[in-house]
């Protein structure tokens, strides 16, 4: 039996639930952070150790958090059909919580990667500090997508929303591109399902089933409505 294929666009509301304070675009603060002080290249390059300093800080936050029941829930949709996630979170709690396809857009918390070379990519469950170098030579700084830079898994996600029988969309504002646009990419008619404590806006598009409800409760109630019945 051939299963569909379903695609969810996550963001910060489902790991807010777990805790993490993850950065909303309408304050422009990141942990009571300026985003441009910490996560663009401007900032990297006018004080490098402020940077690493906050990543050092968010990458404990992570360790100490841990998957909640939507992050567990949807990986229990892997029974009946094929699912990839596409977050734009750089935790690690859809992967903690059981699901196998995982696409992370702004990068990953736990990874680090040299700045003279980005395909030189390291695990890291630590600190990384100055002065702290990869094989190349390189300083190593967080593998994160500060605003500003390519966003290098972007055609990957694309190529998904492209198969896509069903779509997803938790916890995002629909305000960061191109992560916003990638609805748009989606084949006609297929059902899109929006779940956020407040709907975005989604006018334009069809087939939308609108589940006003924080992360958690949300799914519960997708789950219920894809289950095969018995």
Known sequence: MIRQKLVILSGAGISAESGLNTFRDNDGLWEGYDVQ??????????????????????????????????????????????????????????????????????????????????ELIYEIRGSINLGDQAADGGQLRPHIVWFGEQVPMIGAAIERVRMADLFVLIGTSLNVYPAAGLMDYLPPGVPKYIIDRKIPPVKGYHNLHLIEQPATAGVKILLDKLKPPD
């Open 37 to 118: 002080e910490v996560a663009s290249l401007e900032g990297w390059v006018r004080d490098p150790a402020r940077v690493l300093e906050f990543y050092n800080q968010r990458r404990k936050a992570v360790t100490e958090a841990s998957s909640n029941a939507a992050h567990t829930q949807l990986a229990d949709l892997e029974k009946w059909y094929e699912v990839t996630i596409i977050t734009q979170n750089i935790d690690d709690l859809h992967e903690r919580g059981g699901s196998s396809l995982v696409i992370h857009l702004h990068g990953e918390i736990f990874k680090m990667r040299s700045c003279s070379n980005p």
